[in-house]
Nanobody
Framework: QVQLVESGGGLVQAGESLRLSCAAS????????MGWFRQTPGKEREFVAA????????YYADSVKGRFTISGDSAKNTVYLQMNSLKPEDTALYHC????????????WGQGTQVTVSS
């Protein structure tokens, strides 16, 4: 099992920045990649960004490319999401997730951290 705990959310104004953190514990050696997703009431969960541990490859949703950066510290089992130039449409509950292989769904999820961007 892998436990994920997010932090770093908050209320900011449009154009400002936030950095989210996701600390993993438990059987972290089994994780292939970690990612960030977000969800707003009444909408489906949306992929934001992902990081593959072995290759260091990163992936982003088109809506956040150029503004968000995902990074990780394998020694700390922590993944970060640096969010710059935030927009009101970035307002959501942001979840961290982890998966064990490249061909499985994300197996582990955190409780989420709220990001609210005011205009």
């Amino acid at each position: 099992q892998v436990q994920l705990v997010e932090s770093g959310g908050g209320l900011v104004q449009a154009g400002e920045s936030l950095r989210l953190s996701c600390a993993a514990s438990g059987r972290t050696k089994s994780t292939y990649s970690m990612g960030w997703f977000r969800q707003t009431p009444g909408k489906e969960r949306e992929f934001v960004a992902a990081l593959t541990w072995s290759s260091g490859n990163t992936y982003y949703a088109d809506s956040v490319k150029g503004r968000f950066t995902i990074s990780g510290d394998s020694a700390k089992n922590t993944v970060y999401l640096q969010m710059n130039s935030l927009k009101p449409e970035d307002t959501a509950l942001y979840h961290c997730a982890a998966r064990k292989t490249s061909y499985t769904n994300y197996d582990y999820w955190g409780q989420g951290t709220q990001v609210t961007v005011s205009s």
